[in-house]
């Protein structure tokens, strides 16, 4: 069984940047594909990021694309998020979640484990 947590959010104001990351235990984090979400009040869960096992490939959600950056360090079994010039409507819990997919899906139900999340909020 693998736990995931996450660490990083907090209050931030617009065009900040934040780190999130998602440290991996019970097993091996190379062994799934790990993704970000994020769920505001009122919406949806929704895809923010992916990357694949070794690393090589990432896809990102158009809403964060060139402002965004999904890493991870399977040395350290951890998974980060790098996000800059946060926006107000970025202000949401973020999720990570591993998948033992080879490729990286959008959808939530790909994933079947999940953090707890962390609160990010973006103040204008």
């Known amino acids: 069984q693998v736990q995931l947590v996450e660490s990083g959010g907090g209050l931030v104001t617009a065009g900040d940047s934040l780190r999130l990351s998602c440290a991996v235990s019970g097993r091996t984090s190379s062994t799934y594909t790990m993704g970000w979400f994020r769920q505001a009040p009122g919406k949806e869960r929704e895809f923010v990021a992916g990357?694949?096992?070794?690393?090589?490939?990432?896809n990102y959600a158009d809403s964060v694309k060139g402002r965004s950056t999904i890493s991870r360090d399977n040395a350290k079994n951890t998974v980060y998020l790098q996000m800059n010039s946060l926006k107000p409507e970025d202000t949401a819990v973020y999720y990570c979640a591993a998948s033992i997919l080879p490729v990286v899906f959008d959808i939530p139900a790909r994933y079947g484990y999940w953090g707890q999340g962390t609160q990010v909020t973006v103040s204008s």
């Open positions: 990357i694949t096992r070794s690393g090589r490939d990432t």
